[in-house]
């Protein structure tokens, strides 16, 4: 199966695709993932990547669309891959649709996360990421079991720095302006398929898995 998860920052997307690319045996690809790690690492992808992050901005499309490319032909994805922050603008979407016709892999669905933008900005400024390994938890709905350490490898927790309140804001502008119209891209190519985000966690997974079961492709 191969799909893409739309939705405005905090929709809970990372941690359903987590749940859900485990549940399908497909591989989870996020492009946030991919810079915070190459940030860590000190690249020159990462150097390129922080500028725009840490102003609440998206990543020019060329750089995001190279890593995507060389992403989606490792053996990982052989059974089936979930993009998770990817695409992000029509451009993005326009060329992935090229580079899935060139490997074959067309997209089975798009899933669209909806929430209200107060609950964004209440799921944002709580959230907290391992340094370590990129899990994220929620210092009310989903806190660790230590405080600021993480429950799977220990890694010490932070809180990004674009998830401080303004920062969010700048996020959610940039998805209004750029990502959004994506939603009416994939309805029009009759792939898309809405999912409301604002339950509880396990509410959404059930919800997210009920609409793949069932769903005929055009929402
Ligand atoms: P995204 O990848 O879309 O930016 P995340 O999956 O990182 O969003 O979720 C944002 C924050 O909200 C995290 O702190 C996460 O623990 C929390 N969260 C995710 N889904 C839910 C939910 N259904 N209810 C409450 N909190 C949630
Ligand atoms: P995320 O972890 O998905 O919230 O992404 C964090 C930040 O990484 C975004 O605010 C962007 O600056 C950048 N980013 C991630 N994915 C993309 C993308 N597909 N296009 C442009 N920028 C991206």
Redesign the pocket.
Known sequence: MNLVFLGP?GAGKGTQAERISGIYGIAHI????I?RENIKKGTELGRR?KE??DR????PDEV?IDIVRDALVDEKCDRGFLLD?????VA?AEALEVMLREIGRPLDRVVNLSVPDEVVVERLTARRTCRNCGRNYHLVFNPPKVEGVCDVCGGELFQRD?DREETVRA?LEEYRRKTEPLIEYYRERGLLVEVAGDGDMDEVTQAIQEALATAAPGG
Do not use: C, H, I, K
């Not at 609440?56 to 990543?59: D, K, N, Q, S, Y």
């Open positions: 920052p996020s492009t946030g993932d810079f990547a725009y992050m609440g901005e998206l990543v995001v922050g990817f695409p992000r603008t993005q674009d996020r």
